[in-house]
């Protein structure tokens, strides 16, 4: 009988594999094409960011902006096309929602283009009162070198 790989969460920045996040997100996603690897590398540092690995390499991410005592924005999510169908962003989410320092939050947003089933799974949905929400939103930041 051959074994599933071992699909694991950790929280180590240490960990995360830089320049595979950073290729995913200037190449492949459709957030942040064209990001420069510095605002990457600042984004991880000031973010609690969850790499999901295979084997000791790197096949998922996402990252939580947030003050730690009322509010958090899920961002950067993502699992390398040839590991999806197998269960890890919900594995991914679970591990984000039930880390310690995000519990008790009184709000906890994120954006999604495509993946609104997943986040329903886990009690997400639209905004109560959406005309209160407001943003500056410039999608194509990257790409126009303007970073």
Same mark, same amino acid.
């Given at each position: 009988m051959i074994k599933p790989p071992l699909f694991s969460i950790s929280t180590h920045r240490d960990a995360l594999d830089?320049?595979?996040?950073h290729r995913f997100l200037t190449q492949d996603s459709g957030w942040a094409r064209g990001i420069p690897r510095a605002t990457v590398e600042?984004?991880?540092?000031?973010?609690?960011?969850?790499?999901?690995?295979? $084997?000791?390499?790197?096949?998922?991410?996402?990252?939580?902006?947030? $003050?730690?005592?009322?509010?958090?924005?899920?961002? $950067?999510?993502?699992?390398?096309?040839?590991f999806r169908g197998?269960?890890?962003?919900?594995?991914?989410?679970e591990a984000v929602l039930a880390h310690p320092q995000l519990q008790g939050l009184r709000r906890f947003t994120l954006a999604t283009a495509d993946a609104h089933g997943l986040y329903a799974e886990f009690g997400f949905v639209a905004p109560l009162?959406?005309?209160?929400?407001?943003?500056?939103?410039?999608?194509?930041?990257?790409?126009?070198?303007?970073s």
């Open positions: 830089i320049t595979l996040i600042r984004s991880i540092e000031h973010s609690l960011c969850f790499g999901g690995y295979i $084997d000791g390499a790197q096949v998922a991410f996402a990252r939580v902006i947030s $003050d730690y005592a009322t509010f958090a924005n899920l961002v $950067d999510v993502f699992v390398l096309p040839e197998h269960g890890y962003s919900k594995a991914l989410i009162k959406p005309q209160s929400l407001m943003e500056r939103y410039f999608p194509k930041i990257y790409e126009a070198g303007m």
